[in-house]
């Protein structure tokens, strides 16, 4: 009997993002049931150029035994290329930033992730099936015309972070947020929060944003903003920082906070919970769904309102506690065994499983 | 996994699950119960929120400035202003000429050479192509400004159509008749209540009276500060915005009135939209709205009335409007005399499509 094969295809592959954790991971989860699986990329950044071929290097034959799985969150010529193979196929949905919530700031970016959700709603009539890795993410792609995306939590595989000591922090708390310095993240919106917290709450309060400055422009902007509103001292933009230096910001910092338009997941809203670092966010997109009831929802945008959930939350030491133990829950729905059970039993739709794996 | 944990001191009741129309819970279903000790958690914020303001922390003015501080710094050119669209003019212009001398140096020996010898026998090749994309690029552009001179001419001509006018320009405030019906309306539908434009009538203070949940925004500083002082929970933010940043599914009553009525009917049907989101299922728009008559000036056709900004809308427009955004059942008033005022009573229907969602 032939092996079965599962091969991936990612637009970018890191070794750190999100998408590159899930990719690597579902890899091994493949390997470890017997299935035959490679990794093909069409951009290989640092560290994995020895982890995975480029896609123009796929096996010229087609054939019966191997399923193709599209890792599909930007605009990729690998879209056109999976579309003309004739192996069944399955997307994997890690969601696209709406163009509309960085028209205004990237304008040339905005175009791309347009032609994106384009790219991919055409290739729903190509797919034997599709996996979201949130409920959001697919209902999203519902409406880009797919039947019946299964949702299949994403592997999220950092190191265990030692959790840090509980402490009520009423002055000089130290808010942090991890993504990319981009408009749908909504980095503004934490700035002007703080200076609400600083003007009532705690003067001496920071903010801390982590994360490459995808968008230069917009990145100049929020210090410019910060500037004016004269707490430039108090909110640091550090770009992108190592694992090691990662573990140590969850630890000590006091607060987790998120302002973003737009998330498909949010891994840093799981890490904070794994650190115990207690969670503020505004309930947009996937957030709701990430957080469950370990974290504060914040229900708008009004930077008062966000200052004082963030003021409630840094002083009540039974609401945090609330939190830490419905983290718990959450931390299990997204385990790397709970993760791994729900791909399987997601893939079983779509090809036929060594007996007993699910 | 256990998910029915039991409701901690931010608790409160239990909603139920409900899907959306494309068959996905929607936000509020994912985990019932969650939502619901957000519910108890928002109202804390609010109380803090309001025992703040009342001690003076939060300003109207403060919140202004926060928003205009960052607006200042939006990049012209991704809007729909004339500033905008010079500046996309200008930097397209710019990027319309193309150069044929690529540039050849190199620091690998030779190599420099061998580029200027490419570039050499290309030439009449790639000039040829140039020529042809230059035409294009250079007709293109002046499509562009003749298209630009032609949409000038029709926005000022809508712009004197425009009245441009507010509620109080034209000295029409809310009858005690119609507060009355608004007021009866959001305190049977219970929940949280925004009363948008809040400031240019009595029925927030009202309300808020009652002891109702309820809050209010404007951007008139002068009023909200009144506002405050007299103890209501107010907001200073636009409509639309405030409509599209209050989390989806998160009121039960939304009161339209003032100034609002007059704006273009694409930003009216925006507004709706946002605050369709914004409601329950089951809750209510309530829209205080005046005929078109009630200006003697509007004696023009019924078209040009209600496709221009700064009149009145009939109220067949807007049902028709409801009818755009869906999934209400919508009815207006009869006019109340006295001053020509209806109310359009909008109830937000309860999605019946099952989930379709299969979770893994």
């Not at chain 1, 890191?14 to 490679?38: K, P």
Request: with cysteine; proline share 5%; net charge neutral.
């Amino acid at each position: 009997m032939s092996t079965v094969e599962v091969h991936q295809f990612v637009p970018s592959l890191a070794m750190r993002d999100a998408i590159g954790q899930h990719t690597f991971a579902m890899q091994a989860m493949l390997r470890s049931v017997g299935i035959d699986s490679e990794i093909y990329a069409d951009e290989m950044k640092p560290g994995t150029e020895e982890l995975a071929k480029h896609y123009h290097h796929f096996h010229p034959r087609p054939s019966k035994n191997r399923l193709l799985i599209y890792q599909a969150s930007t605009l990729s010529p690998m879209a056109a290329f999976l579309s003309e193979r004739p192996e069944p196929k399955v997307l994997n949905y890690h969601n696209v930033t709406p163009p509309q919530t960085i028209r205004q700031w990237e304008f040339g970016a905005s175009m791309a992730t347009s032609i994106a959700l384009d790219q991919i709603g055409k290739l729903s009539h190509q797919v034997v099936g599709s996996i979201a890795v949130s409920k959001f993410n697919a209902s999203d792609l519902k409406s880009l015309g797919y039947d019946g995306p299964v949702v299949a939590a994403p592997f999220i595989t950092h190191a265990s972070v030692e959790p840090r000591p509980d402490r009520d922090r009423p002055v000089g708390a130290s808010w942090l947020f991890v993504g990319r310095i981009f408009p749908n993240k909504a980095q503004h919106d934490l700035v002007a929060a703080l200076a609400a917290y600083r003007r009532i709450y705690d003067s001496a309060a920071t903010l801390t944003l982590v994360g490459g400055r995808a968008s230069e422009r917009y990145a100049c902007a929020i210090e410019e903003y910060a500037k004016r509103l004269g707490i430039s001292d108090a909110v640091s933009i550090t770009g992108s920082i190592p694992d090691d230096g990662m573990e140590d910001l969850y630890r000590t910092s006091d607060l987790f906070v998120c302002a973003s338009d737009h998330e498909g997941f949010c891994f840093p809203i799981v890490e904070a919970m794994r650190a115990r670092l207690p969670v503020v966010a505004y309930g947009s997109s996937a957030i709701p769904e990430t957080v469950g009831k370990a974290g504060f929802i914040v229900s708008d945008k009004s930077p008062i309102n966000f200052a004082t959930a963030a003021w409630i939350t840094l002083t009540d030491s039974g609401l945090r506690n609330t939190f830490y133990r419905q983290s718990e829950i959450q931390l299990e729905k997204y385990s790397p065994e709970e993760a791994r059970r729900q791909n399987l039993d997601a893939l079983s739709n779509f090809i036929k499983l060594p007996l007993g794996v699910v | 996994m256990n998910e029915s944990i039991p409701a901690e001191k931010a608790g409160g009741p239990v909603e139920s699950s409900s899907a959306g129309p494309d068959g996905v819970q929607d936000q509020a279903a994912i985990t019932p119960s969650r939502h619901a000790d957000m519910v108890g958690l928002q109202q804390r914020v609010v109380a803090e929120v309001e025992r703040r303001r009342k001690a003076g922390a939060f300003p109207p003015a403060f919140e202004k400035m926060l928003r205009a501080t960052f607006e200042k710094l939006i990049p012209q050119g991704g809007g729909t202003s004339r500033d905008d669209f010079q500046s996309l003019f200008r930097s397209t212009d710019r990027s319309a000429f193309m150069d044929i001398d690529v540039p050849l140096a190199s620091r690998k020996p030779g190599v420099s050479l061998a580029k200027k010898a490419i570039r050499k026998l290309m030439a009449w090749y790639l000039n040829y192509l140039l020529q042809q994309i230059t035409n294009f690029t250079a007709n293109l552009m002046q499509l562009l400004a003749a298209l630009d001179r032609r949409v000038r001419i029709v926005e000022d001509q809508v712009a004197g159509m425009n009245r441009v006018a507010t509620i109080d320009d034209l000295k029409l405030f809310t009858s005690s008749a119609t507060v009355d019906f608004a007021l009866d309306v959001a305190k049977r539908s219970g929940g949280r209540t925004l009363v948008g434009n809040c400031g240019s009538s009595d029925i927030l203070s009202r309300l808020a009276r009652t002891g109702a949940n309820c809050y209010g925004s404007d951007t008139n500083v002068k009023e909200l500060e009144a506002a405050q002082r007299a103890g209501m929970e107010i907001r200073w933010s636009p409509l639309k915005e405030e409509v599209d940043n209050v989390r989806p599914k998160s009121l039960q009553t939304v009161v339209l009135q003032g100034s609002f009525e007059l704006s273009p009917v694409s930003d009216i049907l925006e507004v709706l939209k946002g605050a369709s989101d914004a409601l329950m299922y089951g809750g209510t728009i309530v829209a205080i709205c005046h005929e078109p008559g009630t200006v003697p000036q509007d004696a023009d056709s019924r078209v040009a009335i209600d496709l221009s900004a700064g009149r009145f809308l009939h109220r067949e427009t807007w049902l028709n409007l409801f009818e755009r955004v869906g999934g209400f059942s919508a009815e207006a008033t009869s006019a109340n005399v006295e001053n020509s005022e209806f109310v359009i009573v909008a109830h937000k229907l309860q999605s019946k499509v099952p989930s379709g969602d299969s979770g893994a």
